[in-house]
């Protein structure tokens, strides 16, 4: 079992011998010094300039500063919601739209993608919200769903074109019709390699939701703004970062957790599993056969 492994290690790359192993560890050395002398020095500038004195993280013991954070981490949860949704629906719709036989909505459907996908969001959200003048949190979802559902919309028709031609020529020889393969082939198939990507894309979305505070969106970063220039003493900009940052690190990491998650569940499922197929044996011949 171990000279298998090794032949199978070697066909990758080759094995690290004494001298290489000892050269990676020393750079492992070097490296893990380098990123502790680099926190270190973070640590002592916080400490230099009294980032850590009760002064400066006194307000977050306020309940009107704790309802506040909430709030924002509310809304911002809210928009996310919603942009995700209708982002993944208008990235269905505009990938059924680039995978039609039918030459004109092809067209249609590559020109909104490429527009939207090329626009940037920014620029979409202030659009909406200044010459369409549509409220702030429509404007945001607005401007994250057409960003990220043409994005999507990518990822959809390559995780179908993804799956081996013949499973398609197969299911259309069994009298499928287009709906049915996509429906019961191509995307039970597909998923697999979408969602990694869906999931990335995703994180890029609950990120952009902070872009609502410049259009007064009270999400959890205009919460964060509102404390650290409103407060009448030591302006306490980095202890707010330091409590709003771990949130949105801990809601990307949750969103990954969850990919993880729905990729092992996909393994398991019985659907997507390969089947066993069991060895030919000897039986009884059909009749007129030799």
Sequence with gaps: MTAQ??????????????????????????STALILALLGWIVYLLFDTDQFTSTKWTPFEYEGIQRLL????GNTLKAFGFAAL??????AVLATGRLSDHRPVRWLATLVVEFFRAMPV???IFFIFVALKVQPLP?????????????????????VNSV????????????????QVMTYVL??????????????????????????YLITYEEFLHAGKLIASNLDYDLPFIPVV?????????????LSWFATWMARRQKRNPKTEAVEVAPAEPGTLLPGVQ
């Design 122 to 124: 920014l620029v979409m």
């Design 5 to 30: 492994l090794s032949r199978e290690a070697t066909a990758l790359y080759d094995i690290p011998g004494p001298k290489t192993q000892q050269r990676h560890l020393l750079y492992g050395i070097v």
């Design 187 to 212: 995307v039970p198939q597909g998923i697999r390699a979408m969602l990694p990507t869906i999931i990335s894309q995703l994180v890029v979305a609950l990120k952009d939701t902070s872009l609502g």
């Design 70 to 73: 909430l709030r924002g981490l």
């Design 242 to 254: 330091m409590v709003i940052s771990p949130i949105y690190i801990g809601m990307c990491m949750l």
């Design 139 to 159: 404007a945001l979802v607005a401007g994250l769903t057409l960003y990220n559902g043409s994005v999507l919309a990518e990822v959809f028709r390559s995780g």
């Design 164 to 179: 081996e031609r013949g499973q398609k020529e197969a299911a259309f020889s069994l009298g499928m019709r287009k709906t």
């Design 86 to 91: 209708f982002s993944l629906v208008l990235g």
